[in-house]
């Protein structure tokens, strides 16, 4: 028998990165400390993506996390509209101080949102750097970096599609349709609407420079002789 679980720990050793001596850690004991469960952490993340998503990627490349949000928009106000992101900003840092974040794991967001509401009071440039300078996305990040390591919480999923992800999650519990909605496929294209509707503007932007740069090559051919 001896024999047969060291193979075991041979074979998994050798097929993943997965520690098997490592102490088996009981996520659901360290929920109940701080009078959590797993849906109600899930449920709160949730709520700090879409806040995140607001404030920094409300509008994002297909495909990416890269955008911009409200934050953005607010630093068109000098002054004002940044004092206005850096009090609304603290609203993520409520949020992840709920989910048993401590404070001193909070600090590169505290300190990234400081430098938002400073480098956003200058005009223009501040404007178009407040769109890769996202605090709140800081924050969503260590708060499921903590989750992670906490409470064992790898989906994303929630985090990264919060808006849709709750819209699914309701059409799975209470549509008349359940079993169409909880198919994958159907699921992965619902969740990836925002990047299908994003690749279809691309395509179609892309279509009308090119027929535009075909009319002014044609134009110019026939202006000059060469058409």
Do not use: C
């Not at 994002?60 to 068109?76: C, E, H, I, Y």
């Not at 708060?143 to 064992?152: A, F, I, K, S």
């Not at 198919?183 to 179609?204: C, N, Q, R």
């Amino acid at each position: 028998m001896d024999k047969f679980n060291k193979l075991a720990k041979l074979k998994l050793k050798k097929g993943s990165n997965i520690d098997v001596n490592a102490p088996v850690i009981d996520y659901q004991a360290k929920l109940a400390e701080h009078g959590l469960t797993r849906a109600q952490v899930i449920e709160t993340e949730r709520k700090l993506a879409k806040f995140a998503n607001t404030m920094d990627s409300l509008v994002r490349v297909p495909f990416t996390k890269q955008g911009m949000g409200a934050d953005a928009a607010l630093s068109t106000i000098p002054l004002a509209g940044d004092l206005a992101g850096l009090a609304l900003t603290s609203y993520a840092f409520i949020l992840g101080r709920q989910l048993g974040v401590p404070a001193h794991k909070m600090t590169p967001a505290v300190r990234l949102a400081l430098m938002d509401m400073v480098v956003g009071i200058v005009p223009g440039i501040g404007t178009v750097l407040d769109i890769f300078i996202r605090p709140s996305r800081k924050t969503l990040s260590i708060v499921h970096e903590h989750l992670r390591d906490e409470y064992g919480i790898t989906e994303t999923m929630h985090m990264d599609r919060p808006f849709l992800h709750q819209s699914l999650e309701n059409r799975q519990q209470h549509s008349r349709f359940t079993f169409f909605w909880r198919s994958p496929i159907v699921a992965w294209l619902y969740l990836h609407i925002p990047d299908l509707l994003g690749l279809v503007v691309l395509v179609v932007i892309g279509w009308g420079l090119w027929a535009v740069m075909s009319w002014l090559v044609s134009v110019l051919g026939k202006t000059t002789g060469f058409g």
